[in-house]
């Protein structure tokens, strides 16, 4: 008997999903309703920025974003790549009923993220107090009420990241696809009828810090519920030294990821002025309507992967790939297509200044379909042990995206910053897919 059938024998590799229904059902209910909280979340991204825009305008947005955009990057080294551990080595301890190891990973990650990040938030208010990064700011306080962002998003990564190795997908959405988005506009839109006066960048970052707690308290109340009681009354057994180390290629990865997709926004800031930064914040939001399209496939794949990965089940594997393949690309096309049709009209929703920004969006849609072609092949790679290999190719990616970046801006504004991301982002994929064919033997494209 080989290991992988003795462990089913004894019932300790049988996921859940398979337990009341196949891998096909799980993830067929699983996306549909992912994809579904992601358009709503869409559609109250949209909303609030249609407000912070009304109520701050085309500059004050830009701030609000600029900040956002350094917040994502501090929140690298805030998390040390944790969100990654957790979501496939829990996924591996509940397989193996290694209940012990599974319960010592999610509080030893708790605490340790907490006391990094507020650790990481200090350095950055020394270090950035003293540079010119936020001096261009009509408002500074903008920036500095930020970092109060930083602990309660790198916290909730981890509550996040450990719904979806509990195969508790749906419900680990609902605090970031819903409950912050709707409290934003909920205190937005009272802000914008009862006409407050003296509203700004940091007003708006204000609000966003309360959006942000709600969600994090409604996550964390899922959080304790959805823990096994096996879990609950183990004893913990920590591993720190092991988990740091194992964490740090998704670091490394994780780094690379928002690298590539907070440079553009980040340097247009540098390089241009806020308002570029807010046409452009519309324009990456108008693409990355298809960016959801992955996000959607991608949270359910993860369980799945680390799963079939462990049973040694690669034709399954092979199976799924192929098809989620087939189902991003076809519902990436369709939203690809309406997009490039209604562009004037999206953008004018925000104002005619925005219009400039229509050459920007087309060439991010194009990138986003090829994005699409490869499925979720970066998260194939991390819950199958071959993080390495994601991370060398993120890191090519972002080195690339950095320099073109720094090259075009200059030449050509958000045109410049879109050529940057869409040349990296083709590169990314075309590396990972190579990656995932040499190290796993599956192809991870549609046909």
């Known amino acids: 008997m080989s290991k992988q059938d003795k462990a089913r024998s004894q019932g300790s590799i049988a996921p859940p999903f398979t337990r009341k229904e196949s891998t096909e059902a799980f993830l067929a209910k699983t996306v549909s309703g992912t994809f579904g909280f992601k358009i709503l979340n869409v559609l109250l991204v949209y909303a609030n920025s249609l407000l ?57 990650s708790n605490l340790l993220i907490f006391f990094n990040s507020i650790f990481v938030a200090a350095i950055a208010f020394l270090i950035l107090s003293q540079t010119g990064a936020i001096q261009h700011l009509e408002h500074p306080s903008t920036f500095w009420l930020g970092l109060f962002l930083l602990p309660v998003l790198a916290l909730s990564r981890l509550r996040q990241y450990a719904l979806r190795a509990l195969h508790k997908v749906l419900l680990g959405e609902v605090p970031e696809s819903l ?62 030294s092991t988990w740091v180390r194992q964490a740090l290629p998704m670091l490394l990865i994780g780094g690379m990821y928002v690298i590539n997709q907070q440079t553009d926004s980040v340097m247009l800031g540098i390089l241009q002025d806020s308002q570029q930064v807010g046409i452009y914040a519309v324009v990456n ?15 359910p794949l993860s369980a799945i992967f680390a799963t079939l990965h462990a049973q040694g089940s690669r034709l399954e594997l092979q199976n799924v790939v192929r098809r989620s393949c087939q189902a991003s690309l076809i519902c990436s096309l369709l939203l690809a297509v309406t997009l490039v049709l209604f562009s004037n009209w999206f953008l004018q929703l925000f104002g005619t200044e925005f219009l400039v920004g229509k050459t920007a969006l087309i060439i991010l849609v194009i990138a986003q379909l090829f994005n699409s072609l490869t499925g979720a092949v970066a998260m194939l790679l991390i819950m199958t042990g071959f993080d390495g290999k994601a991370a060398l190719g993120v890191g090519i990616s972002a080195g690339l995206n950095i320099i073109l ?43």
């Open 405 to 447: 970046n720094a090259w075009l801006i200059p030449l050509y504004g958000i045109e410049g910053a879109a050529i940057a991301t869409g040349i990296s982002l083709v590169m990314w994929n075309i590396l990972l897919v190579y990656f995932a064919q040499r190290c796993l033997g599956v192809r991870s494209l549609p046909i």
């Open 179 to 240: 409950v912050r988005p709707i409290g934003l506009v909920i205190i937005l839109a009272a802000t914008l009828f009862l006409e407050i006066p003296h509203v700004n960048a940091s007003s708006i970052m204000a609000i966003e810090i309360f959006a942000t707690g709600l969600a994090f308290a409604t996550g964390t109340v899922f959080l304790i519920k959805s823990i096994p009681k096996d879990i609950q009354q183990a004893k913990p057994k920590t591993s720190l």
């Open 52 to 108: 912070i825009v009304r109520l701050v305008g085309a500059s004050g947005y830009g701030e609000y974003v600029y900040t956002i955009s350094w917040v994502q990057i501090l929140l690298l080294p805030a998390a040390l790549g944790f969100e990654g551990l957790l979501n496939r080595e829990l996924a591996v301890y509940i397989t193996g009923s290694q209940w012990n190891a599974a319960k010592g990973l999610i509080k030893s």
């Open 285 to 299: 939001r108008g693409s990355g309507l298809l960016g959801f399209v992955q996000l959607a496939f991608a949270a």
